[in-house]
Structures are given as structure tokens and as C-alpha cells.
């Protein structure tokens, strides 16, 4: 059980880590607005940037590692049980939504920003003098989002089989051992046995 514990986070974490840095390498190789060109009236001249497919495989490592934690985790309403208390649960499900939310948000972040900074033909209409380009920090928000997203589910898979070990391995109830105490036979007596004479025994018993 452990390991397969173990072998989930390390395959999120490569995941996880391998979806930011192909998110800062595209915000670092994408278009900059000195890089545009306005060669005639109403028309752009953009160059060619790797950005596209570094944020579509920021994204895609980004999913494989978010798919992979909930499918070992599994369905967070069928883990919960009468035995498990309400704070662990309580605190698994924050984890669980909160990842849910970054991971939607850096999800979009990567892909608007690689669909945004693709320029088919390397010329684009524009208006009101203006050129677009992906604004700085879109890409570097979908990786600190990506981090925090993998980091958050890590937590609650962990949170999760915390829980499945200590109702697994846990001892037996407290009662159980009272009655198996109960059960056991008394030490034997240090003194020495008493030995008395039968006729003793029954001028006591019949007098």
C-alpha cells in the first residue's frame, strides 16, 4: 500500500513539475509586442514562437497529473465512513476543491495563452492601431496555478489513505481488550498453601 502511495506522488510531482516548466519556458519564449511588425494598414506581422507547444504540453501534463491523483484517490463522497473523523474529512475535502479550482483556472490560463499566441500566416488584422499579443504573466500564472494544483491534490490523496491506514492497522476496540483482560486467569499466589488436618475439618463442619 505504501508504495503505491508513493509511486502516485512521485509520478504527480514529475508531472506537476514538468507542466511548470514548460509554462514558464513558453512564457519566456513568447511574443512580445517589439517583436510584432505593422507593415501596412490594418495588418501584423507576427514571428514564429514555441509558445504553442509548450503551453499545449504544460496543459496536457497538467491533466495526466490531475486524472492520475483522483483516480487513486478515488470518489471522495464513497471514501467517507462512520469510523472517519469529521476534521480529516472536512480538511480532504478542502484539499480536493481547492485543487479543482486552481487546476481549472491554470488549465485555461495555458490554453488561452497557446491559442492566443499562435498567429496562423504570421499576419493578423488588428484595430484602432493596436497589434495583440498574450499579455505577460499568462503563462507564468498556469504554472504557479499548475504547482499548487498538483501540491493540493498530493494532500488530499494522502489525507485520504491516512485515513484507510489508521482504520486498517488500528488496534481493536477498547472494549474488546477489556474483555479479553477480563478473560485471563489470576496470577498464582506467592504464599505457600495451607495444609489442615481432616479431623479439624470436620469438628468444623460438624460440631
Given at each position: 500500500m505504501e508504495r503505491k502511495i508513493r509511486q502516485v506522488c512521485v509520478a504527480v510531482c514529475f508531472l506537476g513539475v514538468l507542466a511548470a516548466a514548460l509554462a514558464f519556458a513558453a512564457e519566456a519564449?513568447?511574443?512580445k509586442g517589439s517583436q510584432v511588425q505593422a507593415t501596412t494598414q490594418n495588418t501584423c506581422t507576427y514571428p514564429r514562437s514555441p509558445a504553442l507547444g509548450l503551453g499545449l504540453g504544460a496543459a496536457v501534463a497538467l491533466m495526466i497529473a490531475q486524472v492520475i491523483i483522483n483516480v487513486a484517490a478515488g470518489c471522495i463522497c464513497c471514501r467517507r465512513n462512520p469510523e472517519s473523523s469529521n476534521s480529516n474529512w472536512t480538511l480532504a475535502l478542502v484539499y480536493f476543491v481547492v485543487s479543482w479550482f486552481t487546476?481549472?483556472?491554470?488549465f485555461l490560463l495555458l490554453l488561452t495563452g497557446a491559442a492566443l499566441n499562435d498567429q496562423h500566416g504570421e499576419e493578423s488584422m488588428y484595430s484602432h492601431d493596436y497589434c495583440y499579443v498574450v499579455?505577460?504573466?499568462v503563462f507564468a500564472g498556469g504554472a504557479i496555478l499548475s504547482l499548487s494544483s498538483v501540491t493540493l491534490g498530493i494532500l488530499y490523496y494522502l489525507q485520504l489513505s491516512s485515513a484507510d491506514n489508521r482504520m486498517q492497522w488500528g488496534g481493536p476496540p477498547y472494549g474488546n481488550q477489556e474483555g479479553i483482560a477480563m478473560g485471563q486467569g489470576q496470577p498464582p499466589s506467592s504464599q505457600p498453601p495451607v495444609f489442615v488436618?481432616?479431623?479439624?475439618y470436620r469438628r468444623q463442619q460438624f460440631p
Open positions: 519564449t513568447r511574443i487546476f481549472v483556472i491554470a499579455k505577460p504573466g488436618a481432616e479431623d479439624t
